[in-house]
């Protein structure tokens, strides 16, 4: 059985730096990208960063230059690190790997940006 499980989130102050973890158990078929996935109260859910199976990365606009996708394929883990953090970032961030057959879902961290 597939779970992920993002932690990391937590209340920060403009200009901070969160470092948010989607630990991924059980195996996993072919996946078709790996990403990071925002949602605010009454908004849809935004891509914030991607990880393809070509190795490229893409961000949304709005955290480029700030936030950075990556991976530990040893330990099953993907990351966002979040620099330079504004109000705006404050959202529930979600883990999301679809494959062929599945789309894998974590149960997200929420992120605060408060001054």
């Known amino acids: 059985q597939v779970k992920l499980v993002e932690s990391g989130g937590g209340l920060d102050r403009p200009g901070g730096a969160l470092l948010l973890s989607c630990e991924v158990y059980g195996p996993i078929a072919v996946i078709l990208n790996m990403t990071w996935i925002s949602q605010t109260p009454g908004k849809q859910r935004e891509m914030v960063a991607r990880f393809s199976t070509r190795g490229t990365k893409t961000y949304a606009d709005s955290v480029r230059g700030r936030f950075t996708f990556s991976r530990d394929r040893d330990t099953n883990t993907v990351y966002l690190e979040m620099n330079s953090l504004k109000l705006e970032d404050t959202a529930t961030y979600f883990c999301?790997?679809?494959?062929?057959?599945?789309?894998?879902w974590g149960r997200g961290t929420q992120v605060t940006v408060s001054s």
């Open positions: 999301n790997i679809p494959t062929f057959d599945e789309n894998y």
